[in-house]
């Protein structure tokens, strides 16, 4: 075949490929995924935002990696935070990376048509593709591990690809640090002649990862990229595991990483830093398989299921119903089920140049992945590596088929059917996974009456679902439904899901009702349960507060305040637990730190459970939180006399947030004191053009009146 021929097959194929994007690109964007993000696709959106927003200096040790978030802030910053542009980019390089597969089968595999088969089963995965149109990490990983191979097998003959090969590895450790384990086979395989070239390899895997670690190292730490690896070995290495669901066991799904690090340091009696509490939680996964063996065993054998298994295993909803109504369901079998048993015949009886360092990169990451949970986004770069294998297996299987051996054909026959039997058998809660997240996102979106259909959905598949009735619930109280609010909290405490949340709602409801001693009931059972929920804490307080029991208030403000100090909404109202016990010493202080507090470490600490309260209205926001220090700063102020000073601290409370209408109404009432009445009338009237509303405004609205002698006959 001649070379024009050639080049026109892959065009072709890469045509093929565009045009499949192009249609699920136009379906996705008509979903409620493309902006409904959850999990690490909002991760990497607030990542990216603030990078934009901030500068691109990090105010804390990476909690993960961060290459991608900081590429994910370059598009944001030219085309805006749509999400369209770095999507179309992840596509394109997915589309561009077929030709690498495509050359790379052609140094391995002999003929070309295993060449462009390879390259057929890249570009038309649908796995691939679908992860290519979320913002996260996993596509981009996967090409690059398909360009790793590509240039080592050039680098192994010719030097001076030692350099770029290096590079490349490099960055994809600072994308995923479990691109690591690649190190030392790549120098391995690499590993001959000149030990110059094999020196320019080293520097070039470490040049990527040296601004990281510098960052790591100004921020207090010695990390070498992120520090997230103990709580993820703990996370797939814990007697509550199931394989597959990233979920701390002693705070369940909605897990913050505060959490852990307090947990840590309560059980360490010391503080600290973040390479430390890594390798605490490494150490009780550790603990966990060399006191279980037994149990540990059992998790591994179905993790070993999970990862063959031909299920493709959605990290928090089901691939299969994301794509419903997408071309790509239609290429479902081009997927992990088809090009696993191909690669492994090919380990076995494929005849291909470089098999040994091929077979050793899968096996490498098959073990690594075995180490931690199993997904299909995590299970993805074993495609990239499993394909010149499948191309040299597919290639066999069709001469075995011509010379009819049926020996072989067996054997393929059952590496094909295994992985479907094996995910047949294993029970994977998958639906009410879908459903309960989709209806996460319905809920923080505002579309209330979407967000129930979902939840009902959840319950009927699985009646005990964790944490479903606890979001009715909060969905009823948004309704003004308060019965059925507290109907459905109760239920979540029943079936035993997230109890602790549901009490403290409980209490919520109660002090709401002015029923106060059952709302200090509730809300002191649910702090003593899970004293290091913020939520919790701050019920509690409040509780405590409504039923003016200030000195119990103030007691456990010095604890709280402690424990959350750099959360300002805790700090806030700790500070109004002091002023209440005439402390007042205490209450400026703490109001100082509220107004201070800028919860540093919310992007880089994998703050999800903070982003998701604020981004659901359920909880008060940096900048209202800061803004109530501020107003309460200025009334301690006031009571002193100094009202030029309050003045300046309410200006500040105003223009951190001009919702509050409490600090107009106190600036209005400051400017009408002094017989300022033109500027008093200034501040009250802006604050009711913006349609603010509270009793102070409309008095001293109605006092500028008075004081001006304008009546109303």
């Not at 037994?294 to 591994?300: E, H, S, T």
């Not at 200030?550 to 805790?570: G, N």
Request: glycine share 8%; hydrophobic share 50%; net charge positive.
């Amino acid at each position: 075949m001649k070379k024009r021929d050639e080049r026109i097959i892959l065009i072709a194929i890469l045509a093929a490929g565009a045009l499949i994007r192009v249609y699920h690109l136009l379906f996705w964007y008509r979903t409620p995924y493309w902006n409904g993000l959850f999990l690490d696709e909002l991760y990497h959106h607030i990542w990216a935002k603030t990078i934009v927003d901030s500068g691109p200096m990090p105010s804390g040790v990476f909690f993960r990696a961060p290459l991608y978030p900081y590429l994910l802030s370059m598009f944001y910053a030219i085309f805006g935070n749509g999400g369209l542009a770095p999507r179309i980019f992840q596509h394109i390089v997915g589309i561009i990376t077929t030709i690498a597969v495509f050359y790379t089968v052609r140094r391995v595999v002999a003929g070309r048509v295993w060449a462009y088969l390879a390259a057929l089963l890249w570009i038309l995965n649908p796995i691939q593709v679908f992860f290519e149109s979320r913002l996260l990490l996993d596509s981009l990983f996967a090409c690059g591990v398909v360009w790793l191979i590509y240039l080592a097998l050039i680098a192994k003959e010719e030097r001076k690809y030692y350099f770029v090969t290096g590079i490349v590895l490099g960055l994809l450790a600072i994308l995923r640090p479990t691109a690591l384990v690649f190190v030392p086979v790549i120098i391995f395989f690499l590993w001959g002649g000149k030990k110059s070239a094999i020196l320019k390899l080293i520097v070039g895997i470490i040049l990527p990862i040296i601004p990281v670690t510098l960052s790591n190292l100004a921020n207090g730490d010695f990390v070498l990229i992120a520090s997230q690896g103990g709580i993820n070995f703990y996370i797939g290495n814990n007697p509550r595991s199931d394989g597959s669901s990233a979920v701390v066991p002693e705070f369940g799904w909605n897990w913050r990483y505060s959490q852990c690090v307090r947990l840590a340091e309560k059980n360490i009696g010391r503080k600290l830093r973040p390479s430390q509490v890594s390798r605490y939680y490494f150490k009780k996964g550790l603990k966990f398989i060399f006191s279980n063996p037994f149990r540990a065993i059992k998790l591994y054998i179905k993790k070993l299921a999970l990862l063959v298994g031909a299920r493709e295993i959605g990290n928090n909803g089901s691939i299969k119903i994301m794509l419903q109504g997408s071309v790509l369901k239609y290429f479902l079998w081009i997927g992990w089920g088809l090009i696993f048993p191909l690669g492994i015949f090919g380990i076995f009886f494929g005849k291909l140049r470089h098999k040994t360092f091929l077979s050793a990169i899968f096996f490498v990451y098959f073990a690594l992945l075995l180490a931690f949970f199993v997904c299909s986004r995590f299970r993805l770069p074993l495609v990239a590596v499993l394909l010149p294998l499948a191309a040299s297996g597919a290639k066999q299987l069709w001469l075995k088929i011509k010379n009819k051996n049926i020996c072989k054909l067996l054997i393929f026959a059952i590496l094909l059917i295994l992985p479907q039997v094996i995910s047949s058998k294993l029970y994977t809660d998958e639906k009410s996974i879908h459903y309960f997240s989709l209806g996460n996102i319905y809920l923080r979106s505002g579309r209330l009456d979407k967000a129930l259909t979902q939840y009902k959905k959840v319950l009927k598949v699985n009646s005990l679902a964790r944490g479903v009735n606890l979001n009715i619930g909060a969905l009823y109280f948004r309704l003004g439904l308060v019965d059925s609010a507290e109907h459905y909290f109760r239920e979540e405490v029943a079936v035993g899901g997230e109890v602790c949340r549901a009490l403290s709602n409980i209490g919520a409801l109660k002090r709401l009702q002015g029923e106060l001693d059952s709302a200090l009931i509730y809300g002191s059972k649910a702090y003593k349960m899970c004293s290091d929920e913020p939520a919790v804490a701050f019920n509690y307080i409040k509780a405590l507060l409504s039923s003016k029991n200030f000195i119990e208030a103030a007691k456990a403000a010095d604890t709280i305040a402690k424990q959350f100090s750099d959360e300002p909404a805790l700090l806030n109202i700790c500070g109004v637990a002091k002023l209440r016990a005439s402390d007042t010493a205490a209450a400026e202080s703490l109001f100082v730190k509220a107004f201070e507090a800028k919860q540093k470490l919310l992007v880089e600490q994998y703050e999800l459970g903070t982003i998701y309260s604020q981004r659901s209205g359920l909880a008060p926001s940096l900048a209202r939180s800061r803004a109530m220090a501020l107003f309460n700063l200025s009334q301690i102020v006031l009571r002193r006399g100094g009202k030029d000073s309050a003045k300046v601290l309410l200006s500040k409370c105003i223009s951190t947030d001009s919702t509050l209408a409490v600090a107009f109404g106190a600036m209005g009432a400051i400017y009408l004191s002094e017989g300022k009445l033109d500027s008093a009338y200034f501040f009250l009237k802006s604050a009711e053009n913006k349609g603010l509303k509270a009793p102070e405004l409309f008095f001293n609205i109605a006092s500028v009146h008075a004081r001006k002698g304008e009546f109303v006959n």
